[in-house]
């Protein structure tokens, strides 16, 4: 069954504006990470964010975690044609192994 | 900079052939792992393998095996394909022994057409 779920499916926004992404999840985790991936590419680790932390900053990507809520938002600023991809976020669950993925944010930047 | 690297980016084969997906890395990894990705549906998982000659069974293991006779080698094999098998197939590496936790690190993905 799919553990995390990104929100929206997908996302086109004008170059410059800041995207912002959730994700939700259904158990506990031990962490929680961004992925993109480039149109039939492989994928990119981002930014991993622990089940302690509440905020992650990376360059121009801003992750926070809200546990309680079981949710998680990705926010690319001042975004660029370059961050046109689909971004999935992926959970560690508390005591087991291996990734489990959601289906993704399609993104799309308008020059 | 790690990298792993797929054996092919596209492939095509037939109904009942047996295909053979090679993944390798270059960091010395522990943990491997292959994914299947299909419109709609993300990453799935179909094994991994957390050191030479181990291997667990991911979420959708079924018309699939393994085989990790090396460290750095990892490989998938469809053992009669079938056309439901036609998809985008990624191995992924991280370096964690025991636990697949922390960061994994992706090939460029075989896209794979059963006929």
């Known amino acids: 069954s799919q553990q995390g779920e990104e929100d929206p499916q997908a996302l086109s926004i004008q170059e410059g504006e800041n995207a912002t992404m959730n994700c939700s999840y259904k158990?506990?985790?031990?962490?929680l990470q961004w992925y993109r991936q480039n149109s039939g590419r492989g994928l990119v680790h981002l930014i991993l964010?622990?089940?302690?932390?509440r905020e992650k900053h990376s360059g121009r990507l801003r992750v926070t975690l809200d546990t309680s809520k079981k949710s998680s938002s990705l926010l690319i600023t001042a975004s660029r044609a370059a961050d046109t991809a689909s971004y999935f976020c992926?959970?560690?669950?508390?005591?087991?192994?291996?990734?489990?993925f959601g289906k993704g944010t399609h993104l799309i930047i308008q020059p | 900079d790690v990298k792993v690297t797929q054996s092919s980016r596209y492939l095509v084969k037939r109904t009942g052939e047996k295909v053979f997906l090679e993944c390798v890395q270059d960091?010395?990894?522990?943990?491997m792992f292959w994914y299947r990705q299909d419109p709609g549906l993300g990453l799935r998982l179909i094994y991994f393998?957390?050191?030479?000659?181990?291997?667990e069974k991911g979420d959708i293991p079924e018309g699939y095996s393994v085989s990790r006779e090396k460290k750095e080698r990892f490989s998938l094999i469809l053992e009669s394909a079938s056309t439901n098998q036609t998809s985008m197939y990624l191995c992924?590496?991280?370096?964690?022994?025991?636990?697949?936790?922390?960061?994994?690190?992706f090939g460029p993905g075989t896209r794979l057409l059963v006929l």
């Open positions: 158990t506990s985790i031990n962490n």
């Open positions: 992924a590496s991280s370096a964690y022994r025991g636990r697949g936790k922390e960061t994994q690190y």
């Open positions: 992926a959970t560690v669950l508390s005591g087991a192994d291996g990734l489990t």
């Open positions: 964010i622990r089940s302690n932390e």
């Open positions: 960091m010395d990894h522990e943990n």
């Open positions: 393998s957390y050191d030479v000659k181990m291997k």
